[in-house]
T-cell receptor, first 113, second 115 residues
Framework: GNSVTQMEGPVTLSEEAFLTINCTYT??????LFWYVQYPGEGLQLLLK?????DKGSNKGFEATYRKETTSFHLEKGSVQVSDSAVYFC????????????FGKGTHLIIQP | NAGVMQNPRHLVRRRGQEARLRCSPV?????VYWYRQLPEEGLKFMVY????????ESGMPKERFSAEFPKEGPSILRIQQVVRGDSAAYFC?????????????FGDGTRLSIL
């Protein structure tokens, strides 16, 4: 079945550091790929998405490129801020089957001043 | 422009009671999804509904759980005879259309605690 694997957290970085959160997905169908962010006590907010191979999603300084050859969708940001502290979820669409998203377990990011 | 509204935000039930979780989608959205998030886990898809129809319930437990999205009013996720293992955060999402490229907008969730 479909699955998403992302790096375990927590990830602790200093402000202005470079961020990478790894994400890989099972290569069934032609899924769209997503990164969601969850702040404490809130629901998930869509951060960025990519719908086909080699697409790059970007938003608020975050980027992720859909890599079909490595089945990856790693999240990157060049200079993180304290306000980026949150839990980040990688997710894949169905690829044409069911309509629910499949999520990774989430990576807790902590940015220290 | 109200987003997805879920209520209550927190719900406490004793074992054996019923839990009813409500979700009002973004205005104009007719597609609703329910997910469950266990502690330290990602969200797991439960059910997808369009107005008055269940389209995909492949992630929903076969017993005690049911969902509806009536013509008028919010979507309801109902859990009968709750057990400790039902303690989780339940999130609702809505979308304008169907398909994986339609962004899903999430509510803030209902945190269910079973005593």
């Amino acid at each position: 079945g479909n699955s998403v694997t992302q790096m375990e957290g927590p990830v602790t970085l200093s402000e202005e550091a470079f961020l990478t959160i790894n994400c890989t997905y099972t290569a069934t169908g032609y899924p769209s790929l997503f990164w969601y962010v969850q702040y404490p006590g809130e629901g998930l907010q869509l951060l960025l998405k990519a719908t086909k191979a080699d697409d790059k999603g970007s938003n608020k300084g975050f980027e992720a490129t859909y890599r079909k050859e490595t089945t990856s969708f790693h999240l990157e940001k060049g200079s993180v801020q304290v306000s980026d502290s949150a839990v980040y979820f990688c997710a894949r669409g169905s690829g044409g089957g069911a309509d629910g998203l499949t999520f990774g377990k989430g990576t807790h990011l902590i940015i220290q001043p | 422009n109200a987003g997805v509204m879920q209520n209550p935000r927190h719900l406490v039930r004793r074992r054996g009671q019923e839990a009813r979780l409500r979700c009002s989608p973004v205005k104009g959205h007719s597609h609703v999804y329910w997910y469950r998030q266990l502690p330290e886990e990602g969200l797991k898809f439960m059910v997808y509904l369009q107005k008055e129809n269940i389209i995909d319930e492949s992630g929903m437990p076969k017993e005690r759980f049911s969902a509806e999205f009536p013509k008028e009013g919010p979507s309801i996720l109902r859990i009968q005879q709750v057990v400790r293992g039902d303690s989780a955060a339940y999130f609702c999402a809505s979308s304008l259309g169907r398909g994986q490229n339609q962004p899903q907008h999430f509510g803030d969730g209902t945190r269910l605690s079973i005593l």
